[in-house]
């Protein structure tokens, strides 16, 4: 009986057999057949469950590409019979949801309020409402680059050879030789190895920081550090441990305790990093370089630092901290700096070691998937470079007029002024019984010092001063800072239009409070 099976069964094996054979030989034919039957092999001697697994999902996969892609009854006999007149109905009475809430009559006050310049800015740039000149105090000129003839002849110039835009990402085709030269400039300028262009300045630390700091690692920050800071620590993922705002003594007993809660858990060791500003945007307060980099040095982290304020406007030639404390630029890790801020043109660098500005140009985000800053600012940028090596007396003017404005300032009435005395921001807020940036908002009514604040920069510019307040994201940034006004320092002016401009502020602010008491 089995013989007899056998023999009745073997021309349909001999079938099989060949019907396989062709299969397999057909298959290698495919090209890249021998790599897949080379995974399935291995899988399955390795793990017979996962290729069950794995046939059932390609079935899966089949199956859902085959089905229909929706669930509709197409017969239609369940839906719902509308007239044509009903439907226009039904569209006539729809109101889409707003986007955004709307703006409360504070916010669109605050909205309309802020001035519209008619032509190039600079120290005194005309306003396109009334056509008035104004003294330009709330910029970012610091060292009057704004306007510089030179600059200009360059940026023109570059602009008739390479067009406007780059059309594309650094990585592929958006990189030419002016960036590279600028990339060249600001290393040597700094004294470090190398530095790396990014397009925006906003994005620059907030790209710098999770390119480094991962899921696991240790970062240690400052509690007041600007909204790009916290934006990069929190895409970071990093456990992060906050020192009170430039206190180095507190910073030192949260680097001990990180180090003992480590010991206690018997945890491994794992990167860990330090962020800071040099000068601190929300205050103008001046951090202790050499105190910073010793701590570092002696608890073993690494350091980055953002001078996008301190960059351009401290030290004799505008080199930042570094050159102000004469510490050399290779014991900041990641040295990251505003070409916006300090050389008017527009973007951000890192400058540190080689490794590290290369291992940014496969990790650093914004580096890989924003489009390079336009030829014409990454020439403006060396012309501003160069223009700082060449003049030093610019940042001599400047601090004269810090010097010229704090001493008019600090003998108003009413006020309170904030930060260190060479940064080129200042900060003043009104006086209360707490003294301190970060006073809790109980202490204070936020909107009401806005509104006076507010009323103090329109009654400023009716005088012919350009003024701003220091906007914040509320609900977004890690603390309520105290509403403050930021006035940024130029030495585009001298100091005799300085001191005027200053006592314009002081007599808005004695008016404005006045009316207050």
């Given at each position: 009986m089995?013989?007899?099976?056998?023999?009745?069964?073997?021309?349909l094996?001999?079938?099989l057999?060949?019907?396989?054979?062709?299969i397999?030989?057909?298959?290698?034919r495919?090209?890249?057949?021998?790599?897949?039957?080379r995974?399935?092999?291995?899988?399955?001697?390795n793990?017979p469950?996962?290729t069950?697994?794995e046939?059932?999902?390609?079935i899966f996969?089949?199956?859902?590409?085959?089905?229909s892609?929706?669930?509709?009854?197409r017969?239609?006999?369940?839906?719902?019979?509308?007239?044509?007149?009903?439907?226009?109905?039904?569209?006539?009475?729809?109101?889409?949801?707003?986007?955004?809430?709307?703006?409360?009559?504070?916010?669109q006050?605050?909205?309309?309020?802020?001035?519209?310049?008619?032509g190039?800015n600079?120290?005194?740039?005309k306003l396109?409402?009334?056509?008035?000149?104004?003294t330009?105090?709330a910029?970012f000129n610091?060292a009057?680059?704004?306007?510089?003839?030179?600059?200009?002849e360059?940026?023109l110039?570059?602009?008739?050879k390479?067009g406007?835009?780059?059309?594309?990402?650094?990585?592929?085709?958006g990189?030419?030789?002016?960036h590279?030269?600028?990339?060249?400039?600001?290393a040597?300028?700094?004294?470090?190895?190398?530095?790396?262009l990014?397009?925006?300045?906003?994005?620059?630390i907030?790209?710098?920081?999770p390119?480094f700091?991962k899921?696991g690692?240790?970062?240690?920050a400052?509690?007041?550090?600007?909204?790009a800071?916290?934006?990069?620590?929190?895409?970071?993922r990093s456990?992060?441990?906050?020192?009170?705002?430039n206190?180095?003594?507190?910073l030192?007993d949260?680097?001990?305790s990180?180090?003992?809660?480590r010991?206690?858990?018997?945890?491994?060791?794992?990167r860990?990093f330090?962020?800071?500003e040099?000068i601190?945007?929300?205050?103008?307060?001046?951090?202790?370089?050499p105190?910073?980099?010793e701590?570092k040095?002696?608890?073993k982290?690494?350091?980055?630092?953002?001078?996008?304020?301190?960059?351009?406007?401290?030290?004799?030639?505008?080199?930042?901290l570094?050159?102000?404390?004469n510490?050399?630029?290779?014991?900041?890790?990641?040295?990251?700096?505003?070409?916006?801020?300090?050389?008017?043109?527009a973007?951000?660098?890192?400058?540190?070691?080689?490794?590290?500005?290369?291992?940014?140009?496969?990790?650093g985000?914004?580096?890989?998937?924003?489009?390079?800053m336009?030829?014409?600012?990454?020439?403006?940028?060396?012309?501003?470079?160069?223009?700082l090596?060449?003049?030093p007396s610019?940042?001599?003017?400047?601090?004269?007029?810090?010097?010229a404005?704090?001493?008019?300032?600090?003998?108003t009435?009413g006020?309170?002024l904030?930060?260190?005395r060479?940064?080129?921001?200042?900060?003043?807020c009104?006086?209360?019984q707490?003294?301190t940036?970060?006073a809790t908002?109980a202490t204070?009514?936020?909107?009401a010092?806005?509104?006076?604040l507010q009323?103090?920069v329109?009654?400023?510019?009716?005088?012919?001063?350009?003024l701003t307040r220091a906007?914040?994201?509320?609900?977004?940034?890690?603390?309520?800072?105290?509403p403050?006004?930021r006035?940024?320092?130029t030495?585009?002016?001298?100091?005799?239009?300085?001191?005027?401009?200053?006592g314009?502020?002081k007599?808005?602010?004695?008016?404005?409070l006045?009316?207050?008491?």
């Amino acid at each position: 009986m089995d013989s007899s099976t056998s023999v009745a069964l073997e021309p349909l094996l001999s079938f099989l057999a060949f019907s396989l054979s062709k299969i397999e030989s057909g298959f290698y034919r495919i090209p890249g057949s021998a790599v897949v039957a080379r995974y399935v092999k291995s899988s399955h001697q390795n793990d017979p469950g996962r290729t069950i697994l794995e046939l059932i999902l390609v079935i899966f996969a089949i199956r859902t590409l085959l089905q229909s892609r929706t669930r509709t009854d197409r017969s239609g006999k369940h839906f719902i019979k509308f007239s044509e007149k009903e439907i226009d109905e039904l569209v006539d009475e729809w109101v889409p949801e707003p986007l955004v809430q709307p703006l409360s009559e504070w916010e669109q006050k605050d909205l309309n309020s802020v001035p519209v310049i008619a032509g190039p800015n600079g120290p005194k740039p005309k306003l396109l409402a009334t056509g008035k000149i104004v003294t330009n105090l709330a910029s970012f000129n610091f060292a009057g680059l704004a306007g510089n003839e030179k600059i200009k002849e360059r940026a023109l110039d570059t602009l008739q050879k390479y067009g406007l835009g780059s059309c594309g990402p650094p990585g592929f085709y958006g990189t030419i030789d002016v960036h590279l030269d600028l990339e060249r400039d600001i290393a040597e300028f700094l004294g470090t190895e190398a530095s790396i262009l990014y397009s925006q300045g906003f994005s620059t630390i907030s790209s710098v920081i999770p390119a480094f700091c991962k899921r696991g690692d240790i970062i240690v920050a400052d509690r007041s550090v600007n909204f790009a800071i916290q934006k990069g620590i929190l895409i970071s993922r990093s456990t992060v441990r906050w020192y009170d705002h430039n206190d180095l003594k507190s910073l030192e007993d949260t680097l001990i305790s990180v180090e003992k809660e480590r010991k206690k858990r018997k945890g491994p060791l794992t990167r860990r990093f330090i962020i800071t500003e040099g000068i601190f945007e929300r205050d103008g307060e001046m951090v202790d370089l050499p105190k910073l980099v010793e701590l570092k040095l002696k608890y073993k982290y690494r350091l980055i630092m953002d001078e996008s304020i301190s960059f351009g406007t401290m030290g004799r030639t505008g080199r930042g901290l570094t050159e102000l404390y004469n510490v050399p630029a290779s014991q900041i890790d990641m040295l990251i700096g505003s070409v916006a801020n300090g050389l008017c043109s527009a973007g951000g660098f890192c400058a540190g070691s080689a490794i590290v500005v290369d291992h940014q140009r496969i990790n650093g985000t914004s580096f890989v998937f924003s489009a390079s800053m336009p030829a014409l600012l990454a020439t403006s940028g060396s012309e501003a470079i160069t223009f700082l090596r060449n003049n030093p007396s610019v940042l001599l003017s400047l601090q004269d007029n810090i010097r010229a404005i704090r001493a008019v300032l600090e003998k108003t009435e009413g006020i309170t002024l904030l930060g260190h005395r060479a940064s080129p921001i200042i900060h003043f807020c009104l006086r209360t019984q707490q003294q301190t940036l970060a006073a809790t908002q109980a202490t204070y009514d936020c909107e009401a010092e806005e509104r006076i604040l507010q009323d103090i920069v329109d009654d400023s510019i009716a005088n012919g001063v350009l003024l701003t307040r220091a906007k914040r994201l509320h609900g977004q940034e890690m603390i309520e800072s105290r509403p403050t006004i930021r006035i940024a320092a130029t030495a585009a002016l001298t100091r005799k239009e300085v001191e005027k401009a200053a006592g314009v502020v002081k007599a808005s602010i004695t008016r404005i409070l006045s009316k207050r008491k």
